[in-house]
């Protein structure tokens, strides 16, 4: 086993790369940046989905979505995940989550857990309200032991954005979003502080990025009008009426907000569905801390979610006896030439009823193809990613010979799907979760 046996895993919620290109050599996150400067960063990491369950599973399985059959609504307890293989190896096993069905199911079998709850409102901001400290309480214990891992869930740059007010914040700082990286900047500075490097390899990533670095709040309350009158009235239609008072919302962000927005930003603001994967969404930061590794490496080939599991046991000298879709990076980060590898890409199912997501396709760093995952002939789209990053033109017509190879491609690797029994989440437990993370 590997000399920095110990493991600690952070998650940061919807933290995509883009926020990341903002934060570099930015005196406002200077603990971020010496993080760099001590670790490996990989640029241009792409998340497996554009939901939390969907991307987490593919990072602890080395699976797509649709083979590991992890998402939002439902857990496959049958498959191996990274926290089994350290079972196996002895590890103690903990964990700082939110108290969120998914991750309870993630971590049940740990040596401890901590879930930490959001029905407060005002406790949105979890670093600074609690979790920072009691995170920095948990590495002082386990640093007495071995080996360990820890693995952290942070869910405070997911909307609603609650701002803590006793933060002593730049004044250069513009919005809310960027308050509260600075808010995690300070934490992360803390937490990293409370590691011993020599024996602890540390992992930093994220599930998916944010359509919008967010200005205020998106949620749209139910009128109290409607509340009177919800019970008596059709679900679908009560659903119809909140998804246009929600777009309604975003339209007059936009106008409030549209010199401080960029042109994504603004779209994507008033478009956010399921049938767009932009890069704003599923690239992610993924950073590696380990005393064997050069620091200061930055890394911008393409790697993917599902790489992460097979690296970390690569790492700590497990061997992987599973059948994964991922690979080890660890040749990457010992500068050995290792070929780029295409990246699977889908929306996670939207209701418990549905069995996939709306959209899957393949990315490449000069190319992405999507399609409707049930029916390979609609919604085709394919950009040009090195020409058209922000993937305004679709040239699917002009370029068939290449739409044609990548579904010959896409449809291959479904063809592999295995069929896994999953644990399905009941809908009145869905809908508590939906609730804890202020959707309903």
């Known amino acids: 086993m590997s000399k920095n046996s110990n493991l600690l895993i952070i998650t940061i919620d919807s933290f995509g790369s883009d926020q990341v290109s903002k934060m570099i050599n930015s005196d406002m996150f200077s603990n971020f940046n010496n993080l760099l400067k001590t670790g ?37 307890s049958k498959i191996k ?21 998914f991750f309870m199911e993630l971590t049940k079998k740990f040596t401890k857990n901590i879930h930490y709850t959001y029905d407060e409102r005002e406790s949105w901001n979890g670093l600074n309200h609690k979790i920072g400290n009691q995170i920095l309480d948990e590495l002082n214990k386990q640093n007495k032991k071995s080996p360990w891992l820890l693995y952290i869930h942070l869910m405070d740059l997911h909307l609603p954005l609650k701002v803590p007010k006793n933060f002593n914040y730049n004044k250069n700082i513009s919005n809310d979003f960027e308050k509260i990286l600075c808010v995690l900047d300070f934490w992360i500075g803390k937490i990293i502080e409370g590691v011993d ?6 992992i930093i990533t994220s599930d998916h990025g944010e359509y919008v670095p967010v200005v205020e709040n998106l949620d749209v309350e139910i ?60 690239l992610t930061p993924l950073i590696i801390l380990n005393k064997n590794f050069k620091q200061g490496k930055i890394i911008n080939q393409q790697v993917r979610h599902v790489d992460v599991f097979p690296t970390i046991l690569d790492i700590l000298q497990i061997k992987n006896e599973e059948i994964i879709d991922g690979i080890s990076l660890k ?49 085709i ?34 063809k592999d799907e295995n069929q896994e029994t999953v644990k399905e989440f009941d809908e009145k437990c869905i ?8 959707y309903m």
């Open 40 to 76: 490996i960063y990989f640029s241009n990491s792409v998340s497996s989905s554009d939901s939390t369950g969907s991307s987490l599973g593919s990072i602890f399985t080395g699976k797509y979505p649709f083979k590991n059959k992890i998402g939002h609504f439902r857990f496959n």
């Open 81 to 101: 995940t990274l926290f089994d293989k350290l079972s196996e190896k002895e590890y103690s096993l903990y964990s700082i989550t939110p108290d969120i069905m």
């Open 197 to 202: 490097l020599e024996k602890t390899t540390v």
């Open 223 to 282: 009128p109290n009008k409607l509340k009177g009158l919800k019970k008596n009235l059709p679900k679908n239609l009560t659903d119809t009426i909140l998804t246009f008072l929600q777009k309604e919302k975003r339209k007059s962000i936009i106008r409030k907000n549209k010199n401080k927005l960029n042109e994504m930003e603004n779209r994507t603001l008033l478009e956010r569905n399921d049938v767009y994967l932009y890069d704003q969404i599923i």
């Open 331 to 379: 040749p990457l980060i010992m500068e050995k030439k290792m070929d780029e590898e295409i990246a699977v890409i889908e929306t996670a199912p939207k209701t418990p009823k549905e069995e996939v997501g709306k959209i899957i396709g393949l990315r490449t760093s000069d190319y992405k193809y999507l399609r409707s995952r049930k029916n390979s002939n609609e919604y």
């Open 381 to 414: 789209s394919l950009y040009n990613i090195k020409l058209d990053p922000l993937e305004k033109n679709n040239i699917k017509n002009s370029e068939k010979a290449i739409v044609k190879k990548y579904e010959r491609l896409l449809s291959k690797l479904l």
């Open 431 to 438: 809908e508590e979760e939906l609730k804890k993370l202020g």
